[in-house]
Every structure is written in C-alpha cells, then in structure tokens.
C-alpha cells in the first residue's frame, strides 16, 4: 500500500475500510476515497487501453475534465477521479469503447427545480470565497457552488505558507488554513448558501445555469453571475508524454495532500515556476525522492526563495534545459533532458537520464473561462475574477475576488460608487513578477541575538514584518515588494522563523559563547528525520554546502507545525547559514553514453497531441501544411478536439503547432464551444432515474 502514515503538516486520521475488486483483485479503499487514489493507494497507476491503439491509460488532470481515468464501475463508465468509491464495487479497465448494460433503463422522471438568487459564484476558491464573505456582508442572497467536496479550490492542497500581505490575504498562513479561514468566515452571513458537490453543466441563453447535486439537476436563474473556476494546467508535447505516470502539478498535489497517497518514490519535474517548486517541497514532506526539476529559461520563473528552499534540501535544479523525452513499457521508468539552445531545442550530445517513476508537468496555467464567455454571449450580468480573469497568485486571486464582488454590488444596485482605485493598485501589487535579487548585505551591528534574512529577491511579503513583537524587522522601502532588513533588538522569539513563507529567516544567537554561536533553522519535512546528536550539512540561501555540524537540538512547535534545527556554528559561517541538506543530488553525466541515440528533436511526428483520440503531431501539422485553419475543420479532419475533455487539454498544444508552422493564429478560427462544460448523461436533466442492474434506484447524473 502507498499510503503516508505520518506528515509533519496533515494529519492522518483513522477511516473505515471499504472493500472492492479491480480486474478481478480484491483491494481495499478507504471510506469517501475517490476510485483514482484508492487504485493509486494499492500500486495501480494504469486504469485503461485506449480504443484506438491499446496504449495503456493513467490518471492525468484528477479534476474531472479529461477522461483520461475512465473506469468500467459496477457495468458503468466513470471518471476516476471524481467517483467514490462504495463497498463491494466492481471495477474492470476499460478496453475499448463503453457499453451501458441493456439493465440500466429509465424507471422515472423527477421534476427539475429551478431556483432564483441575487448572485451565483461558480468556483469555491480563494477568489469565489472572497467574493461570497463581501457579498454576504451586505445581505445579498448568494450561492456559491464547487464541484469538490469541501470549498476552498486549490488550497486545499497547499501545505505550504503564502507569501503576500498578511492583512490583505493571511500572509505567512498555509493554504490549507486559508482554505478554512475563508470557509468559515461564510458561516457569518446567513444570506450566503454554499453547495459543494455541485458542478456546472453550462450557462444557457435563457440566462439560466445548470447545476448537477447530489444527483439533482437544478436550473439556476441569478441576477449576477462571478465565475472564480481557477485554471486548468497546460500540457506539453514531447516523445511518451501519455505514458502512465505522466501528469500535472495538481494532480500530483490531490494525491499526497488530499487523499494522502504517496504516488511516487522517484520524481521528476518540467516546470521552474511556483507551481512546480512548490510540487518539488510538497514531495519532499511526502516522503518522495525529487530527483530533479528543469527549466527552459535560463532562471526559473517562479519566487527565488521557493527555489532556494528545495535547492537547499539537495533538488537539483537544471534550468536552460529541455524535456527530450519520457520512456517506459508500460508506465514512466526513465525522463530525458538535455541543455536548450535559445529556441528551446535540445542540444544533442547533451543529455542526461534519470530514473523516475513520475513526471510531472508544471509549465503553466490556462484560465477556465467558458462560463464566463458564455454568460457574456448570451447578455448576462457577468464578472470573472481569480484565476478564471488573470493567472496570478492565491493572494491576489482573494483581492482580485472582493474586487469582483464590489463591481457586481454596484451592478445590482446595492452599493453607489466605483472601486476605490487604491484597491486594484494593491492588486496590482499582489500580482506583481518576482523582480530584481540583490547581493545578501553585510551584517551592520553587533547585537547577540538576531535573525538573519536570506530573502534576496524582490517579492510582494510582509509577514516577518508584521510578527515581529519589538518592530524590529522593516521592509527597506514603502512597498511590500521591498526587501526586509534587521534594525534594532531582538528576544530571540523565533516568531519571524515560523512564519516566513520561504524558511528564509534563521537565528543567530552569541549570548552563550561568542566564539561558537548558536544558529537555529527552520524544518519542515518530517519528525524524527533530524534527531539531536546528528551530523548534517549545512547550506547557504542558495544550497551550497557550508560543511558539516552537530544538531544540538530540535524544537517542536506543533501549533506551526515547524520544527527548529539548532546547530553550533562559526562566527565566519553562522551569518551565512540557511537550511541543513536533506540529500545529496544524484551524479549525472552531461556526455551522452556510448551506443545511445542523439536526443530526438520535439517536433517528431509521433507524439500524441490530442490524448483523447491518440491525434499525433504529424497528423496535425499535415493538415496545417494542406491549408487548414479553422480548429473546427481540423476536427473533422484528424478527430483532434473530438474526445471526451472538449479539448480543454490539447487547444493551446494545436495552436502552438499552429505558430510552430508559421501560422499566425489571427488567421485561425477557433473550436466551437461545446453547449456543456463536461459530459453528462441525457437523462440528468430531467431528473431521471434508472435501474443499475444490481437491483438499486440511481440518478444518472451520479454517474
């Protein structure tokens, strides 16, 4: 079983037992698991065969838009990720195309309700939830629905602290605390009504949405309409990127921080922006080898201090370097990479393998926009906001969505007035690039006792600046993008240590012995992985190796879920100190070995850029290069865009290709959208019920 027992930031609770088969294998689930994590949990990554070539199929987005998952359940075809598991279900791969058992029939119809409110918010995230509390406040009938079983989106998966402005959006908090914070504040306004469990089918011209609960179909009529539906992930084409174990950032993040399911023992990451970083440190409180993330760029795009931070656990980070392919039989068994020269191609000679039994994709987001597209069309009082508007950090998602909710106040006629402008200003903040990194400074005092700051880079965060008791800690500068410095006395309170989102605030103490200080760090992998009496490396704020010490001791600060590393150090080193090693980065060798092939170029034919219909590049630049330029007809012409997702995965994939072939995409028409956001069946939208073939009453939309 792949199961995490113990984590230094989740806990782990006792849950029944729930028995059920897959392929014939009796196997245990826990209870309310849903079926992709309990067959990860029992060591099961391939689901499927893909009906057009028999290629094995995993899990990809574990967020109920791809089909990717899709599972034969009890004669039925479900998606994995987002259906639960029950005592005594049949479970078979799906080989082929689906058949419904000829016993699934309609025995009746129920009545569609429909419901009238003020404002309906799609998306339980940090934006939805924001803007929920600000409409709340003012009394305004509101439902907000998420398709997740509790509210909060993405941060839910978050064990990690959030930069940004403490007063603004909880800075210095983890996202999972957040997520609770947000939720719980909605108790407040009983004029706010919140369904999880619930999905939108799509928005209508009768400016209506559709929602699916709890097996219900329901027609909502709403005088506004917020969409906070987040992002979804982008993809990349490269040689073996189907293969079982190949997957996004936040798939991986459901796994390990929400079903607690340790999906990998080696791990490999293309991606060097927050998201992948912050997926490297997720792996490595999981327990999980990382052993090493990429990035195109020659620096990553992501907050130096999160890159610092896995780079002084013992990550490699290799950035200007590319994806050449991913291999396997039938899962991941090894990722290739090699130097990029400037358009991003591999440099052939220059590749290196490694071992990995999971690779995950973390170049970017798209935003999940359709909602708002459509209420747009069809003439509704529409607002978009986090994500689904500008891809940005949860911070500025939590402003930009009591922005949203002002707009939409004053649109209803409840409050006169524009924003004020000082709020999109501090927005703007929130959203604000990594900027410059300066040189660390030289220590300019002589106090006994004090923290030193490895944050060098500029970044929107104030929280070691608001905790400090004696306001000893000051941003050098009037904005939050400033970097802290250290002017006055210090206790040695530890409090800017626990509450720095980067762990790069470490204390310096003299008062025992002037000639050996004492130097604590924070740590936050696991309990009991650093005891006192060890012998650790040492490293500075960007990983290199300070030496050797002896832990003197271990602090615990379980309502922070922290620990402190104390070491003893020397004068010359103890300014210099950031973090201890966890692991030692594996050896590579940057020749290519005897006997192996140069790296193939990215654009081989081959590889698959529709996963839905196994559509390969080839087949779609052939297309391009015959004069094909509306998506709609290259549909028709190869199936690319035809599958199951609606071509929420492969669209941005094909219009690359598109500019790879010269095309400029203005001269490209666009996919058709879909009437509904996901599949479903017919029979949901009138309440049907039918009979399962096991002698039980089920709505088709449970399925």
């Given at each position: 079983m792949e199961r995490i027992t113990r984590h230094v930031i989740l806990s782990v609770e006792e849950k029944k037992k729930v028995k059920f088969t897959f392929a014939g294998r009796s196997l245990e689930a826990l209870e309310g698991e849903v079926i992709s994590s309990a067959l990860f949990a029992n060591s099961i990554k391939i689901f499927s065969e893909h009906k057009k070539d028999g290629s094995p199929q995993g899990m990809f987005c574990a967020n109920g838009q791809c089909a990717q998952c899709t599972v034969i359940a009890d004669g039925l075809p479900v998606k994995a990720c987002v259906t639960v598991v029950r005592e005594r279900m049949k479970l078979e791969p799906l080989k082929g195309l689906p058949k419904i058992p000829v016993s699934a029939c309609v025995s009746e119809y129920g009545r569609v309700e429909e419901l009238e409110v003020d404002a309906l918010i799609i998306g339980g995230g940090p934006s939805g939830l924001t803007a929920a509390a600000e409409l709340g406040r003012l009394d305004v009938n509101t439902l907000i629905i998420d398709d997740k079983h509790r509210l909060g989106g993405k941060l839910v998966l978050q064990t990690h602290k959030f930069f940004g402005s403490v007063e603004d959006c909880y800075a210095g908090a983890r996202g999972i605390d957040i997520a609770d914070k947000l939720t719980d504040q909605l108790k407040e306004y009983p004029s706010v009504k919140a369904w999880t469990g619930a999905t939108c089918a799509a928005v209508f011209s009768d400016k209506k949405a559709g929602v699916l609960r709890d097996g219900k179909y329901y027609l909502i009529k709403p005088k506004v309409l917020i969409s906070a539906t987040g992002?979804?992930?982008?993809?990349?084409?490269?040689?073996?990127?189907?293969?079982?174990?190949?997957?996004?950032?936040?798939?991986?993040?459901?796994?390990?921080?929400?079903?607690?399911?340790?999906?990998?023992?080696?791990?490999?990451?293309?991606?060097?922006?927050?998201?992948?970083?912050?997926?490297?440190?997720?792996?490595?409180?999981?327990?999980?080898?990382?052993?090493?993330?990429?990035?195109?760029?020659?620096?990553?795009?992501?907050?130096?201090?999160?890159?610092?931070?896995?780079?002084?656990?013992?990550?490699?980070?290799?950035?200007?370097?590319?994806?050449?392919?991913?291999?396997?039989?039938?899962?991941?068994?090894?990722?290739?990479?090699?130097?990029?020269?400037?358009?991003?191609?591999?440099?052939?000679?220059?590749?290196?393998?490694?071992?990995?039994?999971?690779?995950?994709?973390?170049?970017?987001?798209?935003?999940?926009?359709?909602?708002?597209?459509?209420?747009?069309?069809?003439?509704?009082?529409?607002?978009?906001?986090?994500?689904?508007?500008?891809?940005?950090?949860?911070?500025?998602?939590?402003?930009?969505?009591?922005?949203?909710?002002?707009?939409?106040?004053?649109?209803?006629?409840?409050?006169?007035?524009?924003?004020?402008?000082?709020?999109?200003?501090?927005?703007?903040?929130?959203?604000?690039?990594?900027?410059?990194?300066?040189?660390?400074?030289?220590?300019?005092?002589?106090?006994?006792?004090?923290?030193?700051?490895?944050?060098?880079?500029?970044?929107?965060?104030?929280?070691?600046?608001?905790?400090?008791?004696?306001?000893?800690?000051?941003?050098?500068?009037?904005?939050?993008?400033?970097?802290?410095?250290?002017?006055?006395?210090?206790?040695?309170?530890?409090?800017?240590?626990?509450?720095?989102?980067?762990?790069?605030?470490?204390?310096?103490?003299?008062?025992?012995?002037?000639?050996?200080?004492?130097?604590?760090?924070?740590?936050?992998?696991?309990?009991?992985?650093?005891?006192?009496?060890?012998?650790?490396?040492?490293?500075?704020?960007?990983?290199?190796?300070?030496?050797?010490?002896?832990?003197?001791?271990?602090?615990?600060?379980?309502?922070?879920?922290?620990?402190?590393?104390?070491?003893?150090?020397?004068?010359?080193?103890?300014?210099?100190?950031?973090?201890?090693?966890?692991?030692?980065?594996?050896?590579?060798?940057?020749?290519?070995?005897?006997?192996r092939p140069a790296a193939r170029p990215l654009n081989d034919d081959s590889i698959i850029i529709c996963r839905c219909e196994r559509v390969t590049l080839g087949e779609i630049r052939k297309a391009i290069k015959s004069g094909v330029r509306d998506m709609n007809q290259l549909k028709a012409v190869t199936r690319a865009g035809m599958g199951a997702c609606g071509a929420k995965t492969c669209e941005s994939l094909i219009l690359s290709v598109f500019k790879s072939e010269g095309v400029d995409l203005k001269e490209v028409t666009g996919f058709s959208r879909r009437p509904l956001f996901l599949e479903a069946p017919l029979g949901a939208f009138s309440n049907a019920k039918c009979e399962t073939g096991h002698g039980e009453k089920a709505s088709w939309s449970g399925f």
């Open positions: 992002a979804r992930e982008k993809t990349l084409a490269f040689p073996g990127n189907t293969l079982p174990g190949v997957y996004g950032a936040g798939a991986f993040q459901t796994l390990v921080n929400r079903d607690l399911v340790r999906p990998a023992k080696r791990l490999f990451i293309v991606g060097g922006g927050n998201v992948g970083l912050i997926a490297a440190y997720h792996a490595l409180q999981a327990g999980i080898r990382v052993v090493g993330l990429i990035e195109a760029l020659p620096e990553c795009g992501g907050y130096k201090v999160h890159a610092d931070k896995i780079k002084r656990l013992g990550v490699p980070i290799y950035t200007g370097h590319t994806i050449v392919k991913a291999e396997g039989k039938r899962e991941l068994e090894t990722v290739t990479i090699a130097e990029a020269d400037t358009r991003f191609r591999a440099v052939p000679g220059a590749e290196k393998t490694f071992s990995a039994d999971t690779l995950l994709i973390a170049v970017g987001l798209n935003p999940v926009n359709e909602f708002h597209l459509q209420a747009s069309a069809f003439g509704m009082n529409a607002f978009v906001c986090g994500d689904a508007e500008e891809i940005a950090e949860a911070s500025a998602a939590m402003f930009s969505g009591k922005i949203t909710a002002h707009k939409a106040l004053k649109s209803l006629g409840i409050m006169a007035g524009d924003v004020p402008q000082f709020w999109f200003e501090r927005l703007e903040v929130l959203k604000s690039r990594p900027g410059a990194v300066r040189k660390p400074p030289p220590r300019d005092h002589d106090k006994t006792v004090y923290p030193a700051l490895h944050c060098h880079q500029e970044i929107p965060c104030d929280p070691c600046v608001t905790v400090c008791p004696k306001k000893s800690i000051k941003l050098e500068g009037a904005s939050i993008m400033n970097n802290p410095g250290f002017a006055g006395d210090c206790i040695g309170c530890f409090k800017c240590l626990l509450i720095c989102p980067g762990l790069a605030v470490t204390m310096v103490d003299y008062r025992k012995d002037k000639n050996a200080p004492l130097v604590s760090v924070p740590f936050e992998i696991e309990r009991g992985l650093i005891k006192k009496g060890d012998t650790v490396t040492l490293t500075d704020w960007e990983g290199a190796s300070l030496g050797a010490a002896v832990v003197g001791d271990v602090k615990d600060f379980k309502a922070e879920n922290t620990l402190i590393v104390i070491v003893k150090a020397s004068p010359a080193t103890a300014d210099k100190i950031a973090s201890v090693r966890l692991y030692e980065p594996e050896k590579t060798s940057a020749a290519r070995p005897p006997g």
